[in-house]
């Protein structure tokens, strides 16, 4: 008799969780379609308008040496800096290698460099080296 009332007080759980689940299953598509039936909507009225009209340096290199500029020099109708671009370093299109950065102008191994250790201008001293970034790395 113990053995039937834990067989049916265990099936009606498994029916009782069977019928919970699949209920929230339920409400979460029907959440999922007005989702998308709000989407459908939606209508070139309120996308954001871009003008295509803008200033680029290869028609007007000036814009480049204007307050808050990205740099002085024009390059691919951007305006970059060739002296610390490291997609420019130097002149337009020259690339650094991927261990390396543009300083002045220069692609130089910031890790291993005497007069740019750990970052551009940093020299280490008289007689030191350069390692992994630091002068004298023990």
């Known amino acids: 008799m113990k053995l039937f009332n ?19 299953a339920d409400a979460s598509s029907k959440i999922e379609e007005e989702s998308e039936s709000s989407l459908r909507g939606f209508s070139r009225f309120l996308a954001p308008h871009y003008s295509t009209a803008y200033m680029t340096c290869n028609k ?4 480049c040496r204007m307050k808050n500029s990205p ?11 060739v002296k610390s671009d490291r997609f420019n370093c130097g002149m337009c299109g020259y690339r650094c290698k991927y261990t390396e950065v543009c300083c002045k102008g220069k692609c130089v191994n910031i890790y291993y ?5 750990g970052g551009c201008y940093k020299k280490c001293r008289k007689g030191e080296y350069c390692a992994y970034g630091m002068c004298n790395y023990a």
């Open 113 to 117: 460099d005497k007069r740019n250790c």
């Open 6 to 24: 834990a067989l049916f007080v265990l099936s009606a759980a498994t029916i009782t969780l069977a019928i919970v689940t699949s209920s929230l």
């Open 71 to 81: 740099g002085p020099d024009c390059c691919k109708k951007k305006c970059v800096n």
């Open 60 to 63: 007007y290199p000036n814009v």
